[in-house]
């Protein structure tokens, strides 16, 4: 079990708190006299469920469910440690070169005292969530038999039935996505928790009224606020090196958005933002009043911080751009303020999306320029690819607008869509928030963003006027 506590460069070291019997056992690493939590280095900016999970498994023999994240008291050095509280799905195995050691001789067996004080403030705050005292449907004991005899009982009529392989992708008290496989296409588990409460009734309000646009809903549980779903076919797009899955999303899109304007009502009664133009105006003065002061703060030289008058200049054009993109006359459709590849699933032939806790109602072009932006990143080499897949996601609207509006109001799309995008989760009004240095960066970088769209912007009007 050596290999379980070995560390390797760009790693995060995360040591796994395995109990089972209502946490009065817990699993530890035999080391000399003593004993050590099994650790597992997790690679930087991976999923760090899966990796314990998958990790755990190849060099113990063990299958692990993670169950929460213990509130730990915060330290400034980087390398600590961070823990994961977990259990074995089956709780009578035995994992090879670990043994169980009783609750109670935890403190004298573990070789760190700082190490046995972790491990009971976990076990204590898991024999809350097991008692119901705190908030936490998945992070009891138990849950995963529960979810597998849940999800059993509607994959019956089906002819389904679940093989015991699964993969855990994400883990917490109130939220929770699971794969499983059955004996006919894999199913995944979804449940969501604040502040990603809206994706259930959006989630089922779509799967409601647009249902080939998202994958195909088995069953739901309001009481988890989760939902189990048969696995979208092919690919997700962030894969595809071939272009003819990208026209099918783009044309996919706008005939979703284009059907969903006669279902606004409904969407907004599901909790999707509010996006439209008139409420974009009605901020941008505030917003910039917010961002002046950001841009005061910056302890940077480079690069340089806006001046005012820079501000008061961009914050004309944007109000000029919604002015102009509200004039149009586009409806407000459905949107997804999180429309990256990872969240579109399909192949030459159709598409589905997914995770829709950033939808919202407004114009729908912001959504095209969120697929536009990452169609640049992702095919970089590829410039062709822009004016086809733009092509293929206005060919529907042609029907419902002129070419000349469509194409119009796209030229001033990635001004607009930037700001929507700003001020879409109200973070920006969070007084005590915006104080984050990485968050008032992150902010500085999205207004100078707007400035640059809203140059490329006046150079496009001004080649129009020549």
Not at 84 to 95: K, N, Q, R, W, Y
Not at 193 to 214: C, D, K, M, Q, W
Request: aromatic share 10%; glycine share 4%; net charge negative.
């Amino acid at each position: 079990m050596s290999s379980l506590v070995t560390n390797a460069p760009e790693t995060e070291m995360f040591k796994v708190i395995i109990s089972r019997h209502l946490n009065s056992e817990v699993l530890l690493v035999p080391d000399g006299n003593t004993f050590q939590l099994p650790a597992v280095p997790v690679p930087k900016w991976s999923r760090v469920t899966p990796h314990i999970s998958e990790r755990l498994l190849e060099l113990s023999g063990m299958r692990t469910i993670c169950l929460f994240y213990p509130e730990l008291q915060k330290t400034t050095n980087e390398l600590a440690a961070q823990y994961m509280v977990a259990e074995l799905t089956d709780p009578s195995s035995e994992p090879i070169g670990l043994r169980w050691v009783s609750r109670d001789d935890v403190w004298s067996r573990l070789s760190s005292a700082e190490e046995s004080r972790t491990v009971e403030y976990a076990l204590t705050a898991g024999d809350a969530y097991n008692a119901g005292t705190s908030h936490g449907n998945f992070a009891r004991s138990g849950w995963f038999q529960e979810l597998l005899a849940w999800a059993q009982t509607h994959l019956d009529r089906y002819g389904l039935t679940t093989t015991g392989e699964f993969r855990q992708l994400n883990c917490g008290p109130t939220f929770s996505l699971v794969r499983l496989e059955t004996t006919g296409p894999a199913v995944w588990f979804k449940a969501v928790g604040e502040p990603n409460l809206r994706e259930f009734p959006i989630t089922t309000t779509l799967a409601s009224h647009f249902p080939s646009y998202v994958p195909a809903l088995i069953a739901t549980q309001p009481s988890w606020n989760g939902w189990l779903a048969f696995e979208a076919g092919g690919s997700v797009l962030d894969e595809e090196t071939d272009i003819p899955t990208w026209l099918v999303a783009a044309r996919t899109l706008a005939q979703l958005q284009i059907e969903s304007r006669k279902r606004v009502p409904e969407l907004m009664d599901a909790g999707c933002r509010m996006i439209q133009i008139a409420m974009l105006l009605d901020q941008i003065d505030p917003f910039f009043e917010v961002m002046a002061r950001l841009m005061a703060k910056q302890t940077t030289l480079y690069p340089p911080p806006l001046t005012a008058d820079a501000l008061h200049t961009l914050a004309a054009s944007l109000k000029e751009a919604c002015i102009f993109l509200a004039e149009l006359d586009l409806p407000d459709t459905l949107g997804h303020m999180d429309f990256n590849p990872g969240n579109i699933c399909g192949s030459s032939t159709g598409c589905v999306f997914l995770d829709w806790a950033e939808a919202y109602v407004g114009h729908p072009f912001y959504t095209f320029e969120y697929l536009r932006e990452q169609l640049s990143r992702n095919q970089p080499d590829k410039k062709a690819w822009q004016s086809e897949v733009t092509s293929w996601y206005l060919d529907p609207w042609i029907s419902l607008v002129s070419a000349d509006v469509a194409t119009r109001a796209l030229e001033v799309t990635p001004l607009v869509a930037v700001l929507a995008y700003a001020l879409s989760n109200n973070t920006w009004q969070d007084a005590e928030r915006v104080e984050n240095p990485k968050l008032a960066g992150y902010f500085r970088s999205l207004v100078r963003r707007m400035q640059r769209e809203a140059q490329l912007w006046d150079e496009r009007r001004q080649r129009c006027l020549c």
